[in-house]
């Protein structure tokens, strides 16, 4: 198995609401990340779980909150968003939980989120 | 600090001709260097990587790069372009950076597939 599972693939949003987002890897890989991209640009990095534990914060807005419950999943939570928050939300995953090299991402398909 | 530079935005050719997406990239230290392809509404898909081993790395659906250190060069290529390579491809360096695994993204090439 070598997959990342990304869900909901589509989730519309109003301003107040509380959503979350949801990703999930049976590879056994104990990094995982989250990223963001908007329309024809790159992904920018938000978050990244090593071992469970957040260790990198890309000064990314508190009404983004991630979640790592257990070395497989990875949440993020949302909370009064922004239309300009409107992008692909993108969960990756790699074996090499950093310290130890520089080993690929495995990318889920992302969550599009659209913001109203 | 390391970056990623790919040289051309969009890149148009002809069914069954040569593909060339050209890729620099800077490095304080040893990089792994990846292609990713991302087809509309996808996540990445990883196409090839080179991680100090052969110079020539051979990827997924026909694709090789060749690392070219002197040149800080990582291009991508394909003999003869399919309809189905048509998508966004990303040039990506990783290396560790206080103590962590650093990525950064190049802009992206779109590869457009005329028939």
């Known amino acids: 198995d070598t997959e990342v599972t990304q869900t909901p693939k589509h989730l519309v949003m109003g301003m107040t609401n509380k959503k979350s987002l949801k990703c999930e890897q049976h590879?056994?890989?104990?990094?995982m990340y989250w990223y963001k991209q908007k329309a024809k640009k790159p992904p920018e990095l938000m978050f990244v779980?090593?071992?469970?534990?957040?260790?990198i914060n890309e000064s990314v807005p508190s009404r983004f909150s991630p979640e790592c419950p257990n070395s497989s999943l990875l949440n993020l939570h949302l909370h009064a968003l922004q239309p300009e928050d409107s992008a692909l939300y993108l969960c990756?995953?790699?074996?090499?939980?950093?310290?130890?090299?520089?080993?690929?991402?495995?990318f889920g398909e992302g969550s599009r989120l659209t913001v109203l | 600090a390391q970056s990623v530079t790919q040289l051309d935005s969009h890149v148009s050719v002809s069914e069954g001709t040569p593909v060339l997406l050209r890729c620099n990239y800077s490095?304080?230290?040893?990089?792994?260097l990846f292609w990713y392809v991302q087809h509309p509404n996808k996540g990445l898909q990883l196409l090839l990587k080179?991680?100090?081993?052969?110079?020539l790395v051979k990827g997924i659906n026909g694709f090789e790069a060749e690392f070219k250190k002197s040149e800080t060069s990582f291009h991508l290529t394909k003999p003869s372009a399919h309809m189905s390579d048509a998508a966004e491809y990303f040039c990506?360096?990783?290396?560790?950076?206080?103590?962590?695994?650093?990525?950064?993204f190049g802009i992206g090439t779109k590869l457009q597939v005329i028939p």
């Open positions: 990756a995953s790699s074996r090499l939980a950093a310290l130890r090299g520089t080993g690929e991402l495995f």
């Open positions: 590879m056994g890989h104990r990094a």
């Open positions: 779980y090593s071992y469970e534990k957040l260790s």
């Open positions: 490095s304080s230290y040893s990089p792994s």
């Open positions: 080179y991680t100090s081993a052969a110079t």
């Open positions: 990506v360096v990783s290396d560790l950076s206080g103590g962590y695994q650093k990525v950064t």
